[in-house]
């Protein structure tokens, strides 16, 4: 079960918007990448067509965007303290060069190489293995550059095992 205290408290830090699907998958990139750095939001991700996926953060981030329409007052949240604002430091540091029109797509590569890479029965460790999945995952999606940014980012950012 999430936590929707957590996830409140950084809701408009983190510009989360759900109007379409670009910023539905924005929102859980992040989410997902400020679990793994270690901020306790409590979902499960598996992998799904745009990379890692909650079902319950959706449905939680659909909850919370209605409590802010229309009873925000209502809302409680999770005091932020240094160590959280140190995470979401660090995401920003992840994504802070990519352009907004690029950053759904990229999130999607990036969590979804770094998902493959760390949870999964057998994780590809290696660049050339992590271009073929990605490719057999996502047929046309991305092309091998973009793969092997993405790779590089994740390892300047210690995000690659």
Sequence with gaps: MGNIE??????????????????????????????????????????????PYSAELTSDAFRLDEQFDVARRTITRQRLDSEHRRLLNQLNILIRDIPSNELADRLELLSSIHFLNNHIFEPIDNLEDMVTEIRKRKPDRFRRNEIENAWNRLEENDLIT
């Design 6 to 51: 957590a996830l409140a408290s950084c809701y408009r830090r983190l510009d989360i918007r759900l109007n379409n699907l670009d910023n539905r998958k924005i929102m859980q990139k992040k989410i997902y990448f400020l679990q793994e750095f270690g901020f306790d939001f409590g979902y499960n991700f598996g992998f799904y067509i745009y990379g």
